[in-house]
């Protein structure tokens, strides 16, 4: 049963699934998340309120790029091999990716 929206008083909340992409600070910089949350969204005014649950899933959808982060960075590392100059210093680029050009460049 939908629930009268509190922002404009007219509309009803309604509960769906969303996707909601989201950066966090850390420690590693700012980390690209994403998570799958429960959220109301008025039909009025489209207004959305998180459900209650929502801080946990974003802590671990925080949790899970934090996590894995340091092991992109390592595969990326371990592909690269092939020297190029860099404006600042020697560098390589990754083998990985559509183009020679999409690489890495290390400083």
Known sequence: MAVRC????????????????????????YLHCRA?????VCDNCQ????????????DDAFQREYKSYGNRWRALLADCHTPAPTLRGVGCLAA???????GLVLV
Do not use: N
């Open 6 to 29: 509190e922002f404009c008083k007219v509309g009803h909340v309604f509960k769906r699934m969303e996707e909601i992409a989201f950066y966090q600070s850390s420690d590693k910089g």
């Open 36 to 40: 799958t949350i429960m959220m109301g």
């Open 47 to 58: 207004a959305r309120v998180f459900d209650q649950e929502a801080d946990k899933i974003f």
């Open 96 to 102: 990985s990716g559509a183009s020679a050009t999409r």
